[in-house]
């Protein structure tokens, strides 16, 4: 298998006791066939304690109880201690690769950094502009393993990956929301061909929104339509509205208040400062915000950059999987708005903006949207009904 990681991927360390913000919490942690036997094999007392620390999730997996939502492995000193009795092996996979989120699909090997892990954000707000794959340096465990993806067809996802990093980072004037948009139109054109079977135009097709209108005149959706000419005027291209709402509706207060309170008191500011603005006014007054930040931070519109770039790294690859394209696109854009939003709130909430702060934010973002099949589902729902 040949296998590729990001450029920064060997430059992790975890920083364990040291750690600002913990991941051995507020997860639902999967443990794997391959551990779960291990303590099956153990008939002493530790194996018994080991079997009675997983329940069954519903789903036909097994997953960590969490009392308190900590991992029940987390000693006082807020380390694994199975790490540190040496027994890595009975450890769930998920725990021993965090954050290394390493999949194949088919004959391709990917190596990313997850950045819900504080210490892995930090690193990569360390790196600049576009990231890319390098060769991995030794053999890569595998934690997910897409044995039926079709190699072409990855091949072409991956081609046209760079294609849309190469618009991403085009050096011209158009602002980054310019850029979503005539990204998306690329996705939306090569994703009606998909439609019809016409798998060999990954990477073919066209990023103008003048393109779009030759090629497929009758299939022109809302998003595209609606923000072709709202984007030049400086706007947001996925509509502020429709983060607001997901904001407001996807992060249940109950679920906030026992994982993530820091979370919970910047959607709570957001909600106070934000929910009663006008839906056509919001769009404006976001963007004047954001254009306040960039301009009193230099370095921000490219970190937030960064931030879009790498998770069009993460997710589009994945999109073999189904061969629906919108969907890592949409994932991306999605989370980018959604952590533009928490640092707009994060400022107005009376804040100085820095890297580390910018870290935590990030941290947040990550884990309130990734790795959450049911939120992915309910976003690509909402996006159904009101984007398209
Ligand atoms: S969040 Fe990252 S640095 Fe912190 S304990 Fe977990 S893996 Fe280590």
Same mark, same amino acid.
């Given at each position: 298998?040949?296998?590729?990681?990001?450029?920064?991927?060997?430059?992790?360390?975890?920083?364990?006791?040291?750690?600002?913000?913990?991941?051995?919490?507020?997860?639902?942690?999967?443990?794997?066939?391959?551990?779960?036997?291990? &303590?099956?094999? @153990?008939?002493?007392?530790?194996?018994?304690?080991?079997?009675?620390?997983?329940?069954?999730?519903?789903?036909?997996?097994?997953?960590?109880?969490?009392?308190?939502?900590?991992?029940?492995?987390?000693?006082?000193?807020?380390?694994?201690?199975?790490?540190?009795?040496?027994?890595?092996? #009975? $450890?769930?996979?998920?725990?021993?690769?965090?954050?290394?989120?390493?999949?194949?699909?088919?004959?391709?090997?990917?190596?990313?950094?997850?950045?819900?892990?504080?210490?892995?954000?930090?690193?990569?707000?360390?790196?600049?502009?576009?990231?890319?794959?390098?060769?991995?340096?030794? +053999?890569?465990?595998?934690?997910?393993?897409?044995?039926?993806?079709?190699? +072409?067809?990855?091949?072409?996802?991956?081609?046209?990956?760079? #294609?849309?990093?190469?618009?991403?980072?085009?050096?011209?004037?158009?602002?980054?929301?310019?850029?979503?948009?005539?990204?998306?139109?690329?996705?939306?054109?090569?994703?009606?061909?998909?439609?019809?079977?016409?798998?060999?135009?990954?990477?073919?097709?066209?990023?103008?929104?003048? &393109?779009?209108?030759?090629?497929?005149?009758?299939?022109?959706?809302?998003?595209?339509?609606?923000?072709?000419?709202?984007?030049?005027?400086?706007?947001?291209?996925?509509?502020?509205?429709?983060?607001?709402?997901?904001?407001?509706?996807?992060?249940?207060?109950?679920?906030?208040?026992?994982?993530?309170?820091?979370?919970?008191? #910047?959607?709570? =500011?957001?909600?106070?400062? &934000?929910?009663?603005?006008?839906?056509?006014? =919001?769009?404006?007054?976001? $963007?004047? @915000?954001?254009?306040?930040?960039?301009?009193?931070?230099?370095?921000?519109?490219?970190?937030?950059?960064?931030?879009?770039?790498?998770?069009?790294? $993460?997710?589009?690859?994945?999109?073999?999987?189904?061969?629906?394209?919108?969907?890592?696109?949409?994932?991306?854009?999605?989370?980018?708005?959604?952590?533009? $939003?928490?640092?707009?709130?994060?400022?107005?909430?009376?804040?100085?903006?820095?890297?580390?702060?910018? +870290?935590?934010?990030?941290?947040?973002?990550?884990? #309130?949207?990734?790795?959450?099949?049911?939120?992915?589902?309910?976003?690509?729902?909402?996006?159904?009904?009101?984007?398209?």
């Amino acid at each position: 298998m040949k296998a590729n990681v990001i450029s920064f991927f060997y430059k992790f360390k975890c920083t364990a006791e040291n750690c600002t913000d913990n991941c051995c919490r507020a997860w639902e942690l999967p443990v794997d066939e391959e551990t779960y036997e291990r &303590y099956l094999e @153990k008939k002493n007392l530790e194996g018994l304690k080991l079997r009675l620390s997983v329940k069954k999730d519903g789903k036909g997996g097994r997953i960590l109880r969490m009392p308190f939502g900590k991992c029940p492995h987390l000693s006082k000193e807020r380390l694994c201690s199975l790490q540190c009795k040496g027994d890595e092996c #009975l $450890m769930p996979k998920v725990c021993r690769l965090f954050p290394r989120y390493t999949v194949s699909y088919g004959s391709t090997g990917i190596g990313m950094i997850d950045l819900a892990c504080r210490e892995a954000t930090r690193l990569f707000l360390e790196q600049e502009g576009r990231l890319s794959l390098i060769p991995a340096q030794e +053999s890569l465990e595998i934690y997910w393993e897409i044995e039926e993806a079709d190699d +072409s067809f990855e091949e072409a996802l991956l081609t046209d990956l760079e #294609l849309i990093l190469d618009e991403l980072w085009k050096e011209d004037d158009s602002a980054t929301e310019e850029k979503e948009r005539r990204i998306f139109t690329h996705i939306y054109i090569e994703h009606l061909d998909l439609v019809r079977g016409e798998t060999e135009s990954i990477g073919k097709a066209g990023f103008s929104y003048e &393109y779009l209108e030759q090629t497929h005149p009758d299939e022109i959706p809302f998003l595209l339509k609606e923000r072709s000419k709202a984007v030049y005027s400086g706007d947001m291209f996925i509509p502020s509205g429709f983060i607001n709402n997901i904001i407001y509706s996807e992060f249940e207060e109950g679920y906030l208040i026992l994982y993530h309170r820091s979370a919970l008191k #910047l959607i709570n =500011a957001f909600k106070k400062k &934000y929910g009663k603005l006008y839906e056509k006014d =919001a769009d404006a007054f976001f $963007m004047e @915000k954001w254009k306040e930040l960039t301009g009193k931070y230099e370095w921000l519109e490219g970190k937030f950059k960064s931030y879009l770039s790498y998770k069009l790294q $993460m997710n589009y690859p994945g999109a073999g999987i189904d061969y629906y394209i919108i969907e890592p696109v949409l994932m991306a854009m999605v989370s980018a708005e959604i952590l533009r $939003m928490f640092i707009i709130t994060h400022t107005q909430m009376g804040n100085d903006l820095n890297m580390n702060d910018l +870290s935590g934010l990030i941290c947040e973002c990550e884990r #309130l949207t990734s790795h959450n099949i049911p939120f992915t589902k309910r976003v690509m729902e909402r996006a159904r009904k009101e984007l398209f």
